[in-house]
């Protein structure tokens, strides 16, 4: 399965993932899921957002146990970041299967669209749809660098964007949902009373993307004397540095990863230095201190250099404090041989935290020795994969069967 998905998406040069919504690789990476889910005779449903189910037992039942992830990637992520979840759930099936599990619950295998966003800019957007946590007119507005918008892209790629929106009826029959997701960190890797090979999640912190939008003027890079110009590039540089500073002292992170210039001339001076701040931080207040005072210095700048500056808030998601119930069935059913089971804290978004308000979600990290993630350079050991499995065959056979 890992090596056949592996082959999908994948840029020779950089041997990273790109695997960007409703794009061919994400058409690859959706035909990959169907012949797994079909092989192992499990029913397949396409939701109004472009979610992808297979199940096993009549959803209509009731009370169903999920799990799963997402299989698009960042730009040049790495191969673990969302489809070793999708993976090791078919493989976590198998494995109950072999066990001669009997399923007293729905069990279904989902892969959610478009979690990561690299394309139209916000996060988890089929999770967020079908939690009813983003609206129709506010998908329809979403356009990607090539100023194709959301339902174009949706169309293109022989899916009905009037469809989309809320599934309450949908949510509403999952009992559970447990997603399993390389660790974006090293706490598991780490010597000390975290280091295991599985890990459980605590919370997610709130997190948001805002786009710095610096207008100044063009114009000619040899001929223009410094005191005549009103260059974009040098505010949005010294809000770089803000960032940074103002992460460090609350104690949060703030990344500007991402950066449109026009028009992008070695020898023109810009007309506009488009910023992504990505700034994530323990708690709400944090984060708010960071943002506001990046802003502000931005503000500054921009004026002292005379250039206009708009801040637009692209994507936002609140701390998600995964709920004890769930999560201590599965300590439960995890820590049977008397080992503790590590609870950890993540910067990182999931789907399962979009829907941690809609039904009961509970997330499983696996350990990754580097702790990179988002680079191509991201790495799990096969057998810390293989403890993965085995251990959401053990959670899914707690929930799901006798
Ligand atoms: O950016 C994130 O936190 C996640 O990888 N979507
Ligand atoms: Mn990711
Ligand atoms: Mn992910």
Known sequence: MWKELAAIGRNADSGGYRRYAWTPADAECRDWFTAQATARGLACELDRNGNQWAWLGDPAAGDAVVTGSHLDSV???????????????????????RRGARFT??????????????????????????????????????????????????????????AIGADPERLARIGAFVELHIEQGRALALPGENAAQVGLASAIWPHGRWRFDFRGEANHAGTTRL????????????????????AELAGAVATFGKIAVEPNGVNAIPSLVRGWLDSRAADQRDLDTV?????????????????????VRESFTPVVEFGDALRDELTRILGTDGGRVPVLGTGAGHDAGILSESLPTAMLFVRNPTGVSHSPAEFAEEDDCVAGVMALADVLKGLACT
């Open 291 to 311: 943002v506001d005072a990046v802003r502000r210095s931005a503000e500054e700048y921009a004026a002292r250099h005379g250039v206009e500056l708009d801040v």
């Open 227 to 246: 005191a005549d110009r009103r260059d974009p590039m040098l505010p949005y540089a010294e809000t770089v540095l803000a960032a940074r500073r103002e």
């Open 105 to 162: 619950r729905p069990v279904a295998i989902v892969n959610f669209g478009d979690e990561e966003g690299a394309r139209f800019g916000l996060a988890c957007v089929g999770s967020r749809l079908s939690a009813g946590r983003l609206t129709r007119e506010q998908a329809f507005a979403l356009t990607d660098g090539e100023g194709i918008t959301l339902p174009r892209a949706m169309e293109s790629a022989g899916y009905d964007p009037d």
């Open 75 to 97: 730009p040049d992520g790495g191969a673990f970041d969302g489809p070793l979840g999708v993976v090791s759930s078919f493989a976590a099936l198998d494995e109950l299967r």
